[in-house]
């Protein structure tokens, strides 16, 4: 229902959205400024030293591969590399952050003006009124459309320390009595993606964060887990009304980690701004905290005074100024890129626009594709699509398994494929073979083999058996031959059975028409 | 510039410094006098003098991604005032901080 | 026998190859200082903490040595030599308080790299030594832990803010300490004990261990009796630390060497505007005058020169110095380590009054003032400001050693001055940096060297000679000179009648 309520006031209202992504660069063996071990979990306070726990006269040395990850992150979100740049320090007190400042960067981060397209399809669609003519954005085939959002910038700084609040609720803030600080995750290289208010759906919200993850998995820079809080999503949303194109007041929302709580958080601060606006009031500029139990965003407005984090550059370190020769051996690091990959999909096999975002959608599908296609041969690449995007997905999502994860390899898949287009199997016997191999990952070739499904398609053998159903019912073959033409379906079925499903059916109603006719 | 008596409290709340009124009414005399003598420096016209940040120029100075034996958890909890279950035991949080 | 044993007559070098020629071991030395200590420090206060345990455990090590066949050859260059070591840097077995309530049970546990360097170097290490807390101050007054007393006149502030680290070898208690420099913090307090005192060129010493109170120019360095002692000291903590991104790569130097090269031809210069700033004490603008004579007779090209900018250097070094200081210190909020409130009801509560009862009158203050400046619509007018005044200031200097090797200035305008004289005015007490901070702020090294007694104190006066960039060997070439020259006893006549 709130999605109706959303329809309505999508009419009168336009959100505008921006995202800040943080990502732990879990690539990079040791922290930030520290040699300790960048892991997750394990006994609290195990993986510290003196300088991630900020004790007395210990300083901070940065991590050059963090740096390199970053202007890596920087290349593929097509951002400008900052020829000098600096860290500052942000000042605030906060008990899992061991300094009470966090080194972090201010106006000279390492990237800036970069931009990441974004393609939505579907019932997503509709959630944008104005897709022709809206600036950035470019209408494709099938009623999808793609819309460039902007990078702002992206900054490398250090991760906080985690707290646990005692005698709450299972660790919440709220009503806890005492806090236990673990500072494993203190220091841990993260980078801040700051995007532009560019979005206008929660559609687009959600598949900007995805794209991003994909694009920072395609990287290897971080393993992306939103439930170990690797990869961390703020947004901004304010309302304006249609046609206006000054921006409204806008509330900052934090905490959500999954992208069904990046939608949730948004729906609802969405809803709430509108009821407020609708109600004449005014938008309070704030940060607000996504409950999920509770199904709302609240205020996260504290005692303490709005911040004044007194930036001023980190003196413990030096400034960094980065060569062209230094950016290009990073962008010649550059894998292929999602965008780039889905293209190549396309091109090479022809596949369709879906088919071929789906497939490169997710790394190991793709991988999968790329290999499967490498047995198989070109000529078999959609074949190899469909047997991948149907049967194999529904195989997947139903055992709740990644492809990596399944006894299917890729030589299963164009084998399969090979079986059915040389007519050794059809169609309906490749789905068994497919399921038997899912579930004990034998190959086809054997499972046919071992079930003798070879389907015969020798003509001397089916008119032999043809004839012998003809002398068996020769009331039915009057009956055809007088016109009830229907009966073939009964002659086919006859023949299937005697030769237990495995003659060919093209032969099969070659011989009985030839034979009845 | 001369700090009033509510910049004055200002400050000490961003600093995190409990002050008592008398402390206050003293930091508010002895900080604009010391600021009576820093604000010569406003006389001095640098409009395009570049900021010296260190007075040794060095740039790129890194250390490899290369992990380092660091602190026994007994050692980190040598000093903690009060800990429990192999972290930093803490009272209540009122108000949020920032996070990252 | 080490009743009798007096190491306080003894230099770096000769004590080693005492121990070498087994005149006395390394144990009798650390014994002696521990005396030596015991009788003089009851006046002095130089020490927070003794330490016999690691002095008498690396004085075994310097025996043990020996013992195996080593010769002076095989020793390290400072075996068997009583160090000490401001309370400000770390090491493992010992308290690290910065003189401040809020870190006076801290534990260390690590070693700050100049004090592991100096041990790896064969030092014993004797203990801590008293402070202005976090080094803020200029006379050792601002210590939770009560003041230190200077050898010359017990009634009279030893400088600061490592006082305790100047008392220690001026009383001969230590023959080498370790102080840290922000804006004269080594310097003023070796001038008004009558030692010779180094501030390195920045990045020269890590500054890793060494608790911050700058971060951009803080520096360690040592104090001696001798231009020769110091000079063996940076050889043993200078060096490039990959603990320390601000420390700097550099090949490696025998500061020892060319030490009695003289001054023919050095090019000298007295920084003639600074020396007619009002605060100057006649005696010390005259011993300055006389020491430029001084080296003119021993054949160096003699001139003046002005720093037109250095009367800004105090603002700059009170806009700088709190910031970074306030941004340093915050880390001291009683969640980790540290003093925390009892009853704290939540935890800004338990930092505030943390904060309030651990920090001492002049931290708070300092905290405040730093606080102010970096705060939302002041950073431009001040720390932008001052570190445009830094850029001018080097400028400045830039210009003077393009024509000369060496400044000279008086290290501090004033002999030593009363206990408790400039307690109630903060701003006269920071005009006695006011021949340093210029230094700190453009990273030039600078060594103070006694020049002899004031004419109206008839207590010590340093002379500040200044180096541009890693221009160490040539400021110590030029201070071993005039120390040959005038054979100053560095001895204090209170000391000689209270040693047993
Ligand atoms: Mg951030
Ligand atoms: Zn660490």
Known sequence: MAEDRLHEVLQRWEPVIGLEIHTELTSSRTKMFCGCEVAFGGEPNMRVCPVCLGLPGALPVPNAFAIEQTVLAGLATQCEIARHSLFHRKQYFYPDMPKDYQISQYDLPFCENGQINVEVDGGGVSQRPDVGGAPGVTPGEDGSYVTRIGVTRIHLEEDTGKMVHVGGSEGRLAGATKSLVDFNRAGTPLIELVSEPDIRTLEEARRFAQKLRLIWLSLGISDCSMEEGSMRVDGNVSLRRRGETELGVKAEVKNMNSFKALHDAMLHEILRQAEVLDAGGTVIQETRHWDVGAKRTSSLRSKEEAHDYRYFPEPDMVPFEFTEEFVSGIRDRLPELPDARKARFRATWGLPPHDATVLTSDLDMAEFFEAAVIIGGDDRAKAIANLMLNDLSAHLNAAGITVTASRIVPAMISELVALVEEGTISGKQAKEVFSEMAETGDAPGAIVELRGMKQVSDTGAIETVVDRIMAQNPDKVEGYRGGKTGLMGFFVGQVMREMGGQANPAVVNEVLGRKLG | MALSESEVRHVAQLARIALSDEQVATLQVELNSILGHIDTIQQLDLGDVPPTAHAIPVVNETRPDVPKPGLSRELALLNAPESEAGAFLIPQMTGGGDQS | ?????????????????????????????????????????????????????????????????????????????????????????????????????????????????????????????????????????????????????????????????????????????????????????????????????????????????????????????????????????????????????????????????????????????????????????????????????????????????????????????????????????????????????????????????????????????????????????????????????????????????????????????????????KCEDPLSMYLSDYYTIPVNLAGNCAVSLPVGLGADTGLPVGLQLIGTHFAESTILRAARALEAEIGFDTTPPTVRALAV
């Open chain 3, 1 to 421: 026998m080490t009743d009798s044993l007096d190491l306080s007559s003894l230099d770096a070098s000769q004590i080693r190859s005492a121990i070498a020629a087994g005149d006395f071991s390394a144990r009798e030395a650390a014994e002696a200082a521990f005396e030596r200590i015991a009788a003089l420090d009851g006046a002095v206060h130089a020490f927070n903490q003794v330490t016999p345990e690691l002095a008498f455990a690396a004085a075994e090590k310097i025996d043990a040595l020996l013992a195996g066949g080593a010769t002076a050859r095989d020793l390290p260059p400072l075996a068997g030599v009583p160090v000490a070591f401001k309370d400000n840097m770390n090491l493992v077995g010992t308290n690290t308080t910065c003189s401040s309530r809020i870190l006076e049970n801290y534990q260390s546990v690590y070693d700050c790299t100049a004090v592991a360097r100096m041990l790896d170097a064969g030092a014993l290490p004797l203990g801590k030594l008293n402070m202005d807390e976090f080094a803020f101050g200029s006379s050792t007054e601002n210590s939770a832990f009560g003041p230190t007393h200077n050898p010359w006149d017990t009634d009279r502030v030893p400088g600061g803010s490592s006082g305790g680290s100047a008392a220690a070898v001026s009383a001969g208690m230590a023959t080498i300490t370790l102080g840290s420099d922000t804006g004269g913090s080594i310097r003023q307090p070796g001038a008004l004990c009558g030692v010779v005192a180094m501030k390195p060129t920045y990045g020269r010493v890590s500054r890793y261990g060494c608790v911050a109170f700058a971060s951009s120019l803080d520096q360690i360095g040592p104090f001696s009796k001798t231009v020769e002692e110091c000079a063996i000291s940076l050889n043993a903590i200078c060096g490039k630390d990959p603990m320390d991104a601000t420390s700097i790569t550099r090949p490696a130097e025998d500061f020892t060497q060319g030490l009695d090269a003289g001054v023919k031809g050095m090019r000298i210069a007295i920084v003639r505007d600074m020396l007619e700033q009002d605060g100057i004490a006649p005696e010390v603008k005259a011993a300055t005058h006389a020491m430029a004579e001084k080296y003119a007779a021993l054949g160096a090209e003699v001139g003046e020169v002005d720093l037109p900018s250095a009367e800004y250097g105090l603002s700059a070094y009170y806009i700088i110095g709190p910031a970074e200081a306030s941004s340093n210190l915050a880390r001291f909020d009683g969640i980790r380590y540290g003093y925390r409130v009892k009853d704290a009801e939540d935890v800004i509560d338990l930092y505030t009054r943390s904060r309030a009862e651990g920090f001492g009158p002049e931290a708070i203050r300092r905290i405040m003032l730093g606080t102010y400046a970096l705060s939302a619509g002041y950073y431009d007018a001040y720390y932008g400001q001052a570190q445009k005044a830094r850029t001018v200031i080097i400028r400045d200097f830039e210009r003077a050693f393009a024509d000369y090797d060496v400044l000279l200035t008086p290290t501090s305008p004033t002999t030593a001055f009363k206990i408790g004289e």
